[in-house]
Structure formats: C-alpha cells, structure tokens
C-alpha cells in the first residue's frame, strides 16, 4: 500500500485527513487507533489486523513523519479525537478490550484508564471491580467521589441492584438525602433473585443489611427517628433472625427500650472482630448505658467507640455517630469541654467527612456555647454551614437553636427573637428524639421569655412521652428538667416548680448534676421569695459553672445582688457574677476585654464622684468640653464609654434598670446613674429625646449578637 502523507494543510482540519487514513492506509489508521486507545508502543503491542507484515516500529515512523504523533509518540491531541470520533465501533471496543487485557494480565493499575473506558462505554466486569473497589477506598474521605465512580461501574455493567446499597449511601454521606432516598425506593421495590432464607448464603436482595442501615440514618438525618426505627423494625419483618446492634441506636432514640435491648441481646452472639463492628457494638453499648441510674459509664464506652471508628478509617451509617453520641452525652452530663475534645478529634480523624462534618461542628459550637466561648461557637457554626450546601433538617434546627442560646446570652432582644422564629420553623420539620432535647431545652427558656410558650407545648408534651417511655432516664431528663424550672421562673410561676424539683432531688440520690441542678433551683426561689442566703446563692451559682451552666450561675449571682438588702452581700455576689463570665479571650460579661468592673461599692458616694466632677464649676467645664467634642466631629459614640454605650443598647431595648442590671451585673442603682450620665452627655431634655439620640447612635441591635444565617 502507497503511504499515505497528508501533509501540513490536510492535519489543518484533522478528520479530513483521518478519515483518507481509513480508506487509504488502514494499517496507519490502525496503529494511530491503538496509540489513542491507549497501547504504548513498543511496551505494549496492539492487535493488529491490517499491518499486512509492515513491522510495527516501521508503522509508528510513518505516523510520526506524517505529523500524527508528538515528541513523547503519541497522537497529537486533535489527531486522537478525530481518530476516537470516527473509529468503528467495533474496532474500538476490540482496541479497548485488548488494553484491558494488556493491563489485567500485567497486572498494572488501571488508574484514569477504568474512568475513560467506563465512561466510553466498555462493559466488562474487570472494570466494574476496580471501579467498586476505588468508590469503597474513597467512601470516607470523598463521597462524592466515590458516587462518581459507582455511576461509572453502573455504566460498566454493574447490577444496579447489588450497586444501589453503596450508592445510597455515598449519596447520603454528602447530605444528598433526596437522592439516597429514590435510590433505596428502587432497591427495595426490587424483586430478589431468590427470597431470603438465613440458611442460603445471598439469598434475598443484595447488601440488604447496609441498605437498611443506610435508609435507617437518611430518616435520622431528615428529623424523623420513628421511621428510622421503623426501617430497622421492617428489616426484622423481611429477613427474620438477622440483627443489628446499630439498631439500638434507632431505637433508643424513638424510645423503644423493650426493642432497642432485644436487638443488643441478639447481635451480641454474631459479633464480628472488625474494627467497624466494633464501633457499632460499643456504640449500642454505651447508648444503652446512658439510661441507667448511673449513667457515667456511657461517656467512656461512646468514646471507645468513636476511637475505634477513626481507627477503622470507615464511614458508619448509623443515625447517630459515636463522637456525636459521646459528645451529648457530654454535653448533657455538664462537661463541654470533654464534647468539644471528643468532637474535635472526631473531625480530626476524618469521621467528620460529608454531612457528618456540620453536626460535629455544631455540638463543637454548643460546647463552646457553654463554655461561654461565643467567638468560637460562631466559628465552628460557619464551619458547619460551609461544609455543605445545605443542612440536613436535624441539623438545621440544631444550629438555629444555638443561634437563639447566643443571642439569650447576649441579652439582645431582637437577635433573640429573630432566633426563635427560625428555629420554630426549624421545629416544623423535626420530630422529637433523645437528640432533640437538648436544642429543645434552650428553645424552652426562650419560649418562656418571649412569652410563646403555647407554640412550643406540643413538642415539650412529646419530649416528656419520649422520657417516660424511657424511665426518665436521668442524664436525658434532667438537663430539660432544669429548663423547665428556668422557664417556670422566667413566667413567675414557682407553683409549677414542683414536679420537676422533686425530679432533680430523686435523682440527686445517684446522679451529681441532679443534686447540683435541685440546689440551684432552690437558690432561685429563695432569691425571688426575698429570703435568700447570700453564701448558698454563691455555692450554688459556682457549682453550676462547674458543671457547664457558666451563664445560669452568672445570672443567679447577678439577680440575688439585685434583691440583695445588704450592700456588702450585693457586691459579693456581683463580684461572683463577674468571675463566672470571665473566660479566656473574652474578658468579663458585659465589659470589653480591657474594661475592670468597678471596685467601689456600687451606688455610694464615692462612685458618683469617680464618674462626676466634684464642683458646679468643675460640671459646666465638662459640659462645655462635651460639646465642643461633638461639635469638632467626634459625634455622640465617641462621648459614650464602652460600658454606656453597653447600657444604651438596652436602654433602647426598653429594658427596666433592674432587667439591665441583671444582664451587666451592677446594680440598679449604678444603672440609673449611667443612664443619667448618658442624658446629660446627649443633651436629651426628656426620655423620648434620649431614646430617638439612642436609636440613631445604636441601633436596635443589642451587643455581641450572634450572627444571622
């Protein structure tokens, strides 16, 4: 055959010139067709079918003295599409085969190889496993990825059947829960090769178990634990004698103990030694600890759990985690700083990948919430809403939540308010479980200050029928226990008090926290009685920092000062308040990192003097330097200090001297002085002067709000 030499203007448009290839040189075309499938002459010799003796090395000369092929041999990128696009069908599969087989029999890595050939078409079930085993190794780290892939098996010929399981759960490791969801629908609407049968191994649908697991934590994940452990019930129905111990968890949580025990019962006795199973069976293990009457045992089995999990290097599709699990039971049990460690090295070791990373964050975030961290709660909230591109609904409302415990620390009424509206429509979309409580608890109080507790009765009514399908377990009850006692003060009625005082007392008996919480709770009616002892309003307000209630043993400090007869008991406890908010980086609750609190006694004589001149000659000096300051373009913020222009928000708020001094922890004395002195530096003849001035220099907001989604 005469060679064929296009020449310069022919591989100008390059199909021209391939396609005078297939008619006129065949052995050419043949040859250029290998090298863009991918062979690498000579290393790897293709199958060639129209050399006609022409010796290979000869073929591949000819090519590159045609302007076919590069410096490195292989065709030019416009000469391999135009050889790919125009290649018979049948040519190219048999190319495409023989690589495969090429590469198999050398047993070299596929690599980018398997992803072109899968997406290209070629079924072959060589392909299918590399691709499934690739999608498994990148499951924990890159979900995404690992979906990618399994489309791509499914494109290679996988059963899509046996493939869905994997998927689903890929899918469902991204947040994508509607996308898990149809997949599991079609899965489970399949029909099986053969029924199930415990005593024919593959009987029944394929990875039905993981498939269950799967569908059992996307349900968790949407808010509704009852069908999660419907799922798992069903699953019982459909391949009876098969257990589950991360069952438990489901079950637990929807307060089913009768259930949730049998199936830790039955697993135990076909326990594997994986590290993954593991995990689950001392995650079902630690959740079915943190219902006993002494439920201290559970932190450490959870924790065991989450470090066998991060050991294992695997996804757990469980509908709670082991770090999350442990880190609310910390959390409930009055150590956040032992939630925040147990979360943060959770994401350190890669359990927090996909839609696992946001809810680590935000128990991070609740954590630090008590901790009275809130730069760091705010923090660790906008770690959680990058992560993904939504929330999934549980955890939607869990961050909502935070958003209103912030801005109820923060004393601001708006952000407050704007928080709670949020998280009630958050609230529509959930259903309530163990989980939910401890967002549930910080919804409460607010509730009861906004005055909207009626909004909220029906999922407190439902909380309380988990609980006592439960046995009002004690870690679970008592923390919302206490927020009904908070709530109950916040509406002034300490005749409701009693059912949940006495709770707190029975459980003080084996459970610490409770003895604590019940001590408080006295402490706050004994303030509100007017009758209350300085030295256990102290006691009481420190044991509740000491257990992670930072901010309540502030606020119960700073309302005793306020009711507080004697002057000295008033600024002992102020004092007391002050310590409890002091953390590190933040500086004191109400003050700016550099700020001290006052030291002289607050309301006396010698404190007006601190902030007064002493003379009328002394006053009309300052009034006159005032206004030149705002005249010389200071403006009004610049004449207020830190702490006025703290009190002003309030002010604005319409906040009653003592409401303000229970937020800053002065007494209601000293705040009637300030707000004077902020009268008389505005020059605001009457109240709705100093309002409208305070409108325009402050706003609405109040300080340190917590961010808005």
Known sequence: MTPVHP???????????????????????????????????????????????????????????????????????EVHDAVLLAADAFDLRRMQRALLDEYFENRIPLGELAHRFAADGVRDERLVRVLEQEASASLTEDPARALELLDLALLAGADTTATAPARAEAAAAQGELDTAGRIL??????????????????????????????????????????RAADMYRWAAEQHPGSTEPLAVVALLAAGALGGARAQARESAATASPALAAVASRLLAEGALASLDALPHHALPILIRSSDTLTASGRLLPSTESPAAFAAFVAILAGTPETARSVATKALEGHQGTGSARPRLCLIAAWAAMLQDENDAALEFIEQARSAVPSLVPRDELLMQALHVGLARRSGNTSAQVQAWQRASEALLHVSVDLFTLLPLGELLITAARLKTLETLQPHIEEAWALLERLGHPVLWSVPLRWSAVQAELLLERPARLAPHAAALVRGAVAYPLAGILAAAGKAWISVLGGNADPDLVEASARDLASVGYAWDGARLAGHAAAKAADRKDMTRLLAC???????????????????????????????????EPR???????????????????????????????????????????????????????????????????????????????????????????????
Do not use: C, N
């Open 577 to 611: 308040a002050r310590d409890l908010r002091v953390t590190p980086g933040r500086g004191t609750q109400g003050l700016t990192a550099t700020e001290t609190p006052p030291v002289l006694e607050p309301g006396t004589h010698a404190e007006q003097q601190r902030h």
């Open 185 to 226: 629908d079609d899965y489970f609407a399949a029909p099986p090769a053969t029924p199930f049968s415990p005593d024919v191994p593959g009987s029944g649908l394929p990875g039905f178990r993981r498939a269950v697991r799967v569908s059992s934590a996307v349900w968790a994940q949407r808010g509704m634990m009852s």
């Open 615 to 709: 003379t009328g000659t002394q006053r009309a000096s300052a009034r006159r330097e005032q206004r030149s300051t705002a005249v010389d373009g200071a403006g009004p913020r610049a004449v207020l200090t830190e702490r006025e222009r703290e009190i002003a928000h309030f002010v604005v708020q319409g906040r009653t001297y003592r409401e303000i001094s229970e937020e800053v922890f002065i007494s209601p004395r000293t705040v009637e002085h300030h707000v004077a002195r902020i009268r008389r530096r505005l020059g605001a003849a009457t109240r709705s002067d100093l309002l409208a001035s305070l409108r325009v220099l402050v706003g609405e907001a109040g300080p340190r709000a917590s961010a808005t989604p």
């Open 7 to 77: 020449g310069p203007s022919a591989l100008v448009v390059p199909h021209i010139a391939v396609a005078r290839l297939a008619v006129e040189d065949a052995a050419l075309h043949e040859v250029l067709l290998a090298l863009s499938v991918g062979f690498r002459i000579p290393g790897q010799l293709p199958p060639l079918a129209h050399a006609a003796g022409e010796p290979l090395p000869a073929l591949v000369q000819r090519a590159r003295q045609a302007g076919f092929l590069g410096a490195d041999a292989r065709p030019l990128p």
